[in-house]
């Protein structure tokens, strides 16, 4: 079903890849057209295919990293509630001296 709304299945995708991983770039982009599909999608089948199939371990995180990981988490939490708090203090201020400001220019008109 070469339609542009084609649903590709994974077998299907990884079927794409590899019967197209022989063809000379022309020759791909032919069958692209037929099939109905645009080259870059092909590649990102073919990435996708490559990760997936790639070994385990080269993809899981070591718990020495994931440790790493957690701590440097915990320590932009924090900075970042540290500087959340200095801009509500540092608007409350503004809001204060605005009022003072406003009081003070009300009185001295008076």
Same mark, same amino acid.
């Given at each position: 079903?070469?339609?542009? =709304? !084609?649903?590709?299945?994974?077998?299907?995708? @990884?079927?794409?890849?590899?019967?197209?991983? /022989? $063809?000379?770039? $022309?020759?791909?982009?032919?069958? #692209?057209? *037929?099939? =109905?599909?645009?080259?870059? *999608?092909?590649?990102?089948? #073919?990435? %996708?295919?490559?990760?997936?199939?790639?070994?385990?371990?080269?993809?899981?995180? %070591?718990?020495?990293?994931?440790?790493?990981? !957690?701590?440097?988490?915990?320590? @932009? *939490?924090?900075? @970042?509630?540290?500087?959340? !708090?200095?801009?509500?203090?540092?608007?409350? @201020?503004?809001? $204060? /001296?605005?009022?003072?400001?406003?009081?003070? %220019?009300? %009185? *001295?008109?008076?």
């Amino acid at each position: 079903m070469p339609a542009r =709304g !084609r649903a590709w299945t994974a077998a299907a995708r @990884l079927q794409a890849v590899i019967t197209t991983a /022989s $063809l000379s770039e $022309l020759d791909r982009n032919a069958w #692209c057209r *037929e099939q =109905g599909i645009f080259p870059n *999608e092909l590649d990102k089948w #073919c990435a %996708s295919a490559t990760t997936a199939l790639s070994d385990p371990q080269d993809a899981r995180a %070591s718990p020495q990293a994931t440790r790493h990981d !957690r701590k440097r988490i915990k320590e @932009l *939490e924090r900075e @970042l509630l540290r500087k959340d !708090r200095a801009l509500a203090e540092t608007a409350a @201020l503004l809001v $204060l /001296s605005k009022k003072v400001t406003a009081i003070f %220019s009300k %009185s *001295e008109d008076a």
